[in-house]
């Protein structure tokens, strides 16, 4: 299997305070994905970045993808209260579909 | 916006008892997979089905879980007996293809085991 590990383990900013969440893995990938949790629901699908691609866009999210350094990061620009929650990263390899996730970056953003 | 289907949002049981999670895929999607998130944590796939049958059930723990997807729509998982680390988020994806693509996640029942 394939596992993202998200750094920081937690991350409390002010609103407006660009929050940068990082993930690293192991092994080569097909695609990387980022999801957000709020507490005591499921998962929302943010963005997808394929191996071929360094930069992706969507709204106020950036993320970046650095296969030579098995490394991903996600900007969440201008964050607001609301974008209090976790984030997980979930690399995908070639030979499979499973997802696995790591233990997630929770992000506290205070009004 | 089509959404996956959990229920009951929330249960709580005694341990030794029986306990049944259903989820209903996004229409069309072929792939169902059912994960376990324990507080804190990220979510740990138990089982991942392609339409009917079962493609990946090496993490469930087969002398208490089980997982079936009879006509490849919808999905029941079980647990019988339930025991106190059972107690998580049970949260149920699906995808339209199996492939390296999108899973769309349902909101997941809490269990709580007594």
Same mark, same amino acid.
């Given at each position: 299997?394939?596992?993202?590990?998200?750094?920081?383990?937690?991350?409390?900013?002010?609103?407006?305070?660009?929050? &940068?969440?990082?993930? #690293?893995? %192991?092994? @080569?990938?097909?695609?990387?994905?980022?999801? =957000?949790?709020?507490?005591?629901?499921?998962?929302?699908?943010?963005?997808?970045?394929?191996?071929?691609?360094?930069?992706?866009?969507?709204?106020?999210?950036?993320? &970046?993808?650095?296969? #030579?350094? %098995?490394? @991903?990061?996600?900007?969440?620009?201008?964050? =607001?209260?609301?974008?209090?929650?976790?984030?997980?990263?979930?690399?995908?390899?070639?030979?499979?579909?499973?997802?696995?996730?790591?233990?997630?970056?929770?992000?506290?953003?205070?009004? | 916006?089509?959404?996956?289907?959990?229920?009951?949002?929330?249960?709580?049981?005694?341990?030794?008892?029986?306990?049944?999670?259903?989820?209903?895929?996004?229409?069309?999607?072929?792939?169902?997979?059912?994960?376990?998130?324990?507080?804190?944590?990220?979510?740990?796939?138990?089982?991942?089905?392609?339409?009917?049958?079962?493609?990946?059930?090496?993490?469930?723990?087969?002398?208490?879980?089980?997982?079936?997807?009879?006509?490849?729509?919808?999905?029941?998982?079980?647990?019988?007996?339930?025991?106190?680390?059972?107690?998580?988020?049970?949260?149920?994806?699906?995808?339209?293809?199996?492939?390296?693509?999108?899973?769309?996640?349902?909101?997941?029942?809490?269990?709580?085991?007594?």
């Amino acid at each position: 299997s394939q596992q993202g590990e998200e750094d920081p383990q937690a991350l409390s900013i002010q609103e407006g305070e660009n929050a &940068t969440m990082n993930c #690293s893995y %192991k092994t @080569s990938i097909n695609n990387l994905q980022w999801y =957000r949790q709020n507490s005591g629901r499921g998962l929302v699908h943010l963005i997808l970045i394929r191996s071929n691609e360094r930069e992706k866009h969507s709204g106020r999210l950036r993320v &970046t993808l650095d296969t #030579s350094k %098995k490394s @991903s990061s996600l900007l969440i620009t201008a964050p =607001r209260a609301a974008d209090t929650a976790s984030y997980f990263c979930a690399p995908l390899n070639n030979a499979g579909n499973m997802l696995t996730f790591g233990g997630g970056t929770r992000l506290m953003v205070k009004p | 916006e089509a959404e996956v289907a959990q229920s009951p949002r929330y249960k709580i049981t005694e341990k030794s008892q029986a306990v049944a999670f259903w989820c209903d895929p996004i229409s069309g999607h072929a792939t169902l997979y059912w994960y376990r998130q324990i507080l804190g944590q990220g979510p740990e796939l138990l089982v991942q089905f392609q339409d009917e049958s079962v493609v990946d059930d090496s993490q469930l723990p087969k002398d208490r879980f089980s997982a079936e997807r009879l006509k490849g729509v919808d999905s029941t998982l079980k647990i019988q007996p339930a025991e106190l680390g059972d107690s998580a988020m049970y949260l149920c994806a699906s995808s339209s293809w199996g492939g390296p693509d999108t899973q769309y996640f349902g909101p997941g029942t809490r269990l709580t085991v007594l």
